[in-house]
């Protein structure tokens, strides 16, 4: 199975109120799920008046097919992108039992934040995707955050391919406080982990 994934974020000049905008966003999701067979959600910007981020999946068994459904929505939506320079890296869990056999990661390579994961089931099979998305620090409602340059989690979207469920999380009041190394490292020390053969 192949799947694609997008991340569209939508700016709907002149809109006045959160139901103005809501009322663009879901004429543009039911048309792009009618149209082309995609799975669209609204995963960021719900609390903003001119500003909505969607999530755009495609599947099939055909490269080609799901590539030019991905591009044929893009298009529809009349998106201005970006190509952005990336990497990918593989997880592989060491714990027995754990439920992925591994899990791919893309990163964006300028600011090192993760854009889209696969998740492998122990068969080898697609098991989760999961997406996420940023909002750049200068742009945050939030005061304190202006002036780190840095991307901040906002949303993430994860779906279960193999059960067809799916959930939406976003993060309205995403900070970016700094906070001495030594306490970085209680949260991102991955040494703990390795001992218990994660």
């Known amino acids: 199975m192949i799947v694609g994934a997008a991340v569209v974020e939508l700016h709907v000049h002149g809109s006045q109120s ?3 905008k809501r009322g663009v966003v879901r004429s543009i999701v039911q048309r792009l799920r009618n149209r082309f067979n995609v799975s ?32 044929r929505a893009l298009a529809f939506v009349d998106e201005q992108w ?4 990336g990497f990918q890296l593989d997880d592989v869990p060491r714990q027995k039992g754990h439920p992925y ?17 696969v998740t492998y089931d122990r068969g080898g099979q697609v098991y989760k995707l999961i ?5 750049w620090s200068e742009s945050s409602a939030v005061p304190e955050n202006r002036g780190r340059q840095v991307l901040l989690g906002t949303g993430v ?42």
Do not use: C, H
């Open 18 to 20: 959160l139901k103005q």
């Open 101 to 117: 056999s591994r899990k791919k990661i893309w990163y964006d390579k300028e600011t090192m934040s993760p854009g889209l994961a």
């Open 157 to 198: 979207m994860i779906v279960n391919v193999q059960s067809g469920a799916s959930n939406l999380g976003q993060f309205d009041g995403m900070n970016a406080m700094s906070f001495p190394i030594a306490d970085s490292k209680k949260y991102y020390d991955t040494t703990r982990l390795k001992t218990l053969g994660r």
């Open 131 to 135: 997406g996420g998305v940023g909002q």
């Open 40 to 71: 669209v959600a609204e995963i960021g910007g719900q609390g903003t008046w001119q500003v909505a981020v969607l999530g755009i999946v495609s599947t099939g068994n055909d490269r080609k097919y799901v590539r030019g459904q991905l591009d």
């Open 82 to 85: 970006q190509k952005r320079a």
